[in-house]
Every structure is written in structure tokens, then in C-alpha cells.
């Protein structure tokens, strides 16, 4: 289906849901394709090719609201029946009076730049090709050490298509690609299994790195050994850069309009409040070339703006959708984030590990959670032990706790070394003053 045959059938539909008794209707149509090829003992473990297409169709009727969904798109008798029996049931819900589509106004109305984020090239890659890739991934860390016991490479790439029309105004399309490898290596020691990984991704095929994924992440996983706990104590903590958005993401959680409507967030009630250090100093640039959250309207159309979010730690905007800026009485910012970027500081990793006398640099968690309410948290770790500027020892099975906000407020550097591979790109990061529980 081509894109101008996907726009005549999403306004086919809304001209029938209007017609049926709608009073708002907003369509989406999404074209899917995604594979994936695992490896491992020099045999394909696993090969899945993944192709989808379908509609959403979201109803606003007599105050109330309901999204359907559907693959059938191709007999139009059959989907007029679905939508009308979507308006029916749809009168049976509980009225929200807070339910709408935005106000056109506020719309992305097109002739924005080309952002790049499509590798038009996606469909003529060879899957001979693909399959190569993750056998060489493997073929690096075989054979290199006889510790190890498992590897696992893999292949996975995506392409996804979307239309969106809505009855008050809004039409836009967007198109996205992405691929990666990854491998992943455990090795063995008595009894223990330390293990590691890394992987490159892309928005093009040909800026994909496929050398050197494997054997990082054999050096990953060797550098593991010997590790174990150590004794608590409060001490700086550095978090490496490819990590360092999960550090990130409850203080970002916070920030989404249905959390602080719903009371489920720490930082109500703050804007305009210094909530972190001067180190904290965050913008969401949906503008960046091939960035992974590049786009020029959210999923309501909305228009994208490169906004602050935080500045030198005070809290300057929340994520707003249109729903929760009614329910709040707030104007609407985009409920999503896009590519949040955090200004990068002096010195690279290498360079703060060596200002420390004593700290630990986090490179792996283990599970744990946050408290959306309070701020408070709890993770596992796996990382090293620094000692005088220097890497001395591998530590596991390590607890973090404390509360977001003093977490932020001790944020005391931020890294140079830029994470690219993520719509969150952060530097590495290093807080003080963090507590550890260990022996």
C-alpha cells in the first residue's frame, strides 16, 4: 500500500466514523517489518522475520473514548462494520469529559526537515548478508580463551512506516529504520559465570560498526573475574556513559503529566525549583540528525520543540500530553520524550576514574526499582572497585539505595564521552557520596 493509497483510506475511515455518530476520530496506520538472526555454536539458533500491518482507530463519542484495532484492511464492507460496531460499544463506556483531540493549532503543519531517521536502502540488504554479520560477531570471540563457555551473537534490524490522520486537521506520515548487532559472552571461574556484552546500532546499514562487537565483549566479560562483594560504605560512584539514561529514567518518570496527575511523582509542584546539582543540565532535540528519537510530531501531531528540561539543575518544563494538560489545567508540552540530551562536561571516563581516591564505576544493574512517589531507590550493581586513580577489583552482588532527588543534588561531573547509540544520550556520569551495601 502506498503512502497516498494509506491517507485515502485513513480519511475513508473517519468520513464513516463521523457519519456513524463520532464526534472526533483519530487513524493511524503502521506498516511493520523487523528480523532477527541469533547464533550461537556456530549454528543458527534463531531466525525470525516479522512483517505487520494494521490500523488503530481512536473514538471520541458522546464524551466518551475507545481505540480499536485492526488487520483487516483490504474489504471495505467488512471495515465499515468494525467501525460502526466500535461506536456502538463505544457508547456504553463512562463519560470523560477531558477527552479530545488536541487543539489544531497546536499541530505539526508540515515542510519541516528532513531529519533523516529512514534508510531507504532497508528492503535491497541482502539476508545472506545479515546472517554473515552475526556469524562474524561469533567468530571473533571463539577460540580466543579457554574460559569461555557461551556466546551469542545476534542480528536484528526494523523498519516501521506510520500514517496519521485526524478529524480536525492533522496529516503526517514518518518513517523509521534501525539495525544492530550484539554479542553477548559468559566465561567460567570455579564456579561462577561472569558474563558481559556490547553491541553497535545504526539508523543506515552502512554506518553500522560490524567489526570488534565480539571481541569488546569478550574483554568485558574476562575482565569480570574475580568479582565479588565488598565491604558497605558510602563513597563517589561513577556510571558508565551506555547506562547512565537508567540512572536517568525515574527522575525523567516523574516528569510525565499522568504521574504528577495522579499524584505518583517527586517532583510536583517543582518547576521552577532546583531539584539537582549545577551538573544536571538536560534538553529534549526531537531535531537531531538520525538521532533515535528524532521526529517532527509526537503521537497526537503535535509540533516538536527543542525545549529545556532541566538547567543547571532546575526543574523547567514536565511532559504534558493533552489529556493530562486538561485534567491539570496545563498547556500541553508532548507527552514523550525524544532525544534527551545532557550537556557534556571536560573529562572523559578514564580521566574522572583517575580523580578519585576511592569509588566504585558502575557498568552493569541488577535489577531493583524506584519509588515514584518518593523518589527512593534500590538497585543492584556489578562494576570495579577504584583505588588511588585506578581500577583495582571487579565487584558483584553490590546494593545502591538512597532517594533520586539527593542522588541529582550530588551529581558532582559529567563526562565528555557522549553516548550515541540512544535517544537518551548521556555522558557518563559521577554522584558523591552514594551508598553501597556489600560485606
Known amino acids: 500500500m502506498t503512502k497516498e493509497e494509506k491517507y485515502a483510506l485513513a480519511n475513508r475511515v473517519i468520513d464513516h466514523a463521523l ?3 463520532a464526534q472526533q476520530v483519530k487513524v493511524i496506520i503502521n506498516h511493520n517489518q523487523s528480523n532477527n538472526i541469533s547464533i550461537r555454536e556456530e549454528k543458527i539458533e534463531n531466525l525470525e522475520q516479522s512483517i505487520e500491518r494494521g490500523m488503530r482507530i481512536y473514538l ?7 481505540v480499536h484495532s485492526t488487520n483487516r484492511l ?3 464492507r467488512e471495515l465499515n462494520k468494525f467501525i460502526s460496531e466500535a461506536i456502538e460499544s463505544t457508547k456504553y463506556l463512562a463519560e470523560d469529559e477531558y477527552r479530545s483531540l488536541p487543539e489544531p493549532g497546536l499541530y505539526y503543519k508540515g515542510n519541516g526537515p528532513d531529519l533523516k531517521t529512514c534508510d531507504n536502502g532497508f528492503k535491497s540488504i541482502d539476508p545472506q548478508q545479515k546472517i554473515y554479520s552475526a556469524f562474524a560477531v561469533e567468530k571473533e570471540v571463539l577460540g580466543q580463551d579457554e574460559r569461555i563457555i557461551s556466546v551469542t551473537a545476534s542480528y536484528d534490524d526494523g523498519m516501521s512506516d506510520t500514517v496519521m490522520v485526524t478529524s480536525n486537521g492533522f496529516e503526517g506520515d514518518r518513517s523509521n529504520t534501525y539495525y544492530s548487532l550484539s554479542a553477548s559472552v559468559s566465561v567460567k571461574e570455579g564456579d561462577a ?9 545504526s539508523v543506515f546499514y552502512n554506518q553500522l560498526e ?4 565480539g571481541k569488546k565483549a569478550l574483554e568485558r566479560a574476562l575482565k569480570k573475574l574475580g568479582q565479588g562483594k565488598i565491604e558497605s560504605a558510602n563513597m563517589p560512584m561513577i556510571i558508565e556513559n551506555r547506562l547512565a539514561g537508567q540512572s536517568l529514567a525515574p527522575l525523567v518518570q516523574a516528569l510525565n503529566g499522568s504521574a504528577i496527575q495522579q499524584k ?9 525549583e532546583k531539584v539537582g546539582s549545577d551538573k544536571l543540565d538536560l534538553v529534549d532535540d526531537p531535531f537531531i540528525i538520525s538521532g533515535r528519537g528524532s521526529g517532527l510530531f509526537d503521537n497526537e501531531g503535535l509540533a516538536l520543540k527543542k525545549r529545556t528540561v532541566f538547567e543547571k539543575g532546575v526543574l523547567k518544563s514536565y511532559y504534558i500530553d493533552t489529556y493530562y494538560g486538561k485534567k491539570l489545567g496545563m498547556d500541553p508540552t508532548s507527552g514523550i520524550t525524544t532525544n534527551l540530551v ?8 578514564e580521566e574522572m576514574i583517575a580523580s578519585l581516591d576511592k569509588g566504585i564505576l558502575v557498568t552493569g544493574f541488577n535489577g531493583g526499582n524506584a519509588n515514584g512517589s518518593t523518589g527512593d531507590f534500590s538497585y543492584g550493581i556489578d562494576g570495579f572497585l577504584i583505588k588511588k586513580g585506578k581500577i583495582v577489583k571487579p565487584v558483584s552482588e553490590m546494593n545502591i539505595t538512597g532517594n533520586m532527588l539527593k542522588l541529582f543534588k550530588n551529581l558532582a561531573e559529567v563526562g565528555n564521552d557522549v553516548y550515541k547509540d540512544a535517544a537518551w544520550r548521556s555522558p557518563s556520569l559521577l554522584f558523591n557520596n552514594v551508598s553501597f551495601s556489600g560485606l
Open 19 to 21: 457519519e456513524s455518530g
Open 60 to 66: 471520541f463519542v458522546d464524551n466518551k473514548y475507545s
Open 74 to 76: 483490504d474489504n471495505r
Open 193 to 201: 559465570r561472569p558474563g558481559d556484552y556490547w553491541y553497535d546500532s
Open 210 to 213: 560490524k567489526k570488534g562487537i
Open 264 to 272: 505518583n511523582s517527586f517532583l510536583i509542584d517543582m518547576l521552577g
Open 342 to 349: 545532557l550537556k557534556p562536561g571536560d573529562r572523559n571516563l
